[in-house]
């Protein structure tokens, strides 16, 4: 077995996978655990929920509502844990 070429590497030196259709819930989750995801979500929420492969307009459309519920709650209790029900 030969090594991984360095231009699969992403910066933290992990190999990176091909990117996998991920379920509205499954991203909601990483958007919660991962601050740089959840900046690029931010900048570009048709490009992230592009590259997550997130296409169906339900799917897209229930992303950013939870997200925009998130945010207001987090506006009127910003104390307050709020869970995102998917």
Same mark, same amino acid.
């Given at each position: ?14 190999? =990176? ?30 490009? =992230? ?38």
């Amino acid at each position: 077995m030969g090594s991984v070429s360095e231009d699969r590497k992403d910066e933290g030196g992990f190999v =990176a996978k091909k990117s996998a259709k991920k379920t509205p819930k499954e991203f909601l989750k990483e958007l919660a655990t991962d601050p740089v995801k959840l900046g690029k979500f931010i900048l570009d929420p048709e490009g =992230a929920m592009n590259e997550a492969k997130i296409t169906a307009e339900k799917d897209r459309t229930h992303v950013k509502n939870s997200i925009a519920h998130f945010a207001s709650e987090k506006l009127v209790k910003p104390d307050a844990y709020t869970v995102i029900d998917c």
